[in-house]
T-cell receptor, first 112, second 112 residues
Framework: SQQGEEDPQALSIQEGENATMNCSYK?????LQWYRQNSGRGLVHLIL?????REKHSGRLRVTLDTSKKSSSLLITASRAADTASYFC????????????FGRGTSLIVHP | DTEVTQTPKHLVMGMTNKKSLKCEQH?????MYWYKQKAKKPPELMFV???????INESVPSRFSPECPNSSLLNLHLHALQPEDSALYLC???????????FGPGTRLTVT
């Protein structure tokens, strides 16, 4: 299965701290995406990083991709209570259908 | 308009009922998706339409029947569902298959 595996499954931090979550996958990919989901709602796309890219930034978000290790990390700097959500990585296998497969997610709680 | 809308927000139906979920986008996207999500689990892909043609059916039971009447609309017809089909049903769209997905808020379905 191409499904990514996020680590840790749950993360609890204080407001202002940085949060780092990781995603590992098994086969070569076209791109890797990170999504956020607030409780019981739809997913929001955060960042797409292509297989030939190593790092991307968007506001307080920084995503890295290491294709040799088949892993990616999402860093949220200066976290806020509003960042409390589940975070999913999604990968699509190179040579496949271009449909991303979602990992099991990391549940992040930011305490005010 | 960068929104995907889904109706209804909540649906309670008996096992003998027939109902439909509706999804709409006006972003000119040519790929649309149905996902099923159980609590604390990642979204599971059900169906994918690309250019209004069914592209992927992830071995979904026939009691779920998708329909794409035009490039902006996606329906999911439900018939003779089981209690285990209770879940959050998410619709998403993307410009084409390999691009980031925009999700609707979901329909919370309860089968009694």
């Amino acid at each position: 299965s191409q499904q990514g595996e996020e680590d840790p499954q749950a993360l609890s931090i204080q407001e202002g701290e940085n949060a780092t979550m990781n995603c590992s996958y098994k086969t070569s990919i076209n791109n890797l995406q990170w999504y956020r989901q607030n409780s019981g709602r739809g997913l929001v796309h955060l960042i797409l990083i292509r297989s030939n890219e190593r790092e991307k930034h968007s506001g307080r978000l920084r995503v890295t991709l290491d294709t040799s290790k088949k892993s990616s990390s999402l860093l949220i700097t200066a976290s806020r209570a509003a960042d409390t959500a589940s975070y999913f990585c999604a990968t699509d296998a190179r040579g496949g259908s271009y449909i991303p497969t979602f990992g099991r997610g990391t549940s992040l709680i930011v305490h005010p | 308009d960068t929104e995907v809308t889904q109706t209804p927000k909540h649906l309670v139906m008996g096992m003998t009922n027939k109902k439909s979920l509706k999804c709409e986008q006006h972003m000119g996207h040519r790929a649309m998706y149905w996902y099923k999500q159980k609590a604390k689990k990642p979204p599971e892909l059900m169906f994918v339409y690309s250019y209004e043609k069914l592209s992927i059916n992830e071995s979904v039971p026939s009691r779920f029947s998708p329909e794409c009447p035009n490039s902006s609309l996606l329906n999911l017809h439900l018939h003779a569902l089981q209690p285990e089909d209770s879940a959050l049903y998410l619709c998403a769209s993307s410009q084409v298959l390999s691009h980031e997905q925009y999700f609707g808020p979901g329909t919370r379905l309860t089968v009694t």
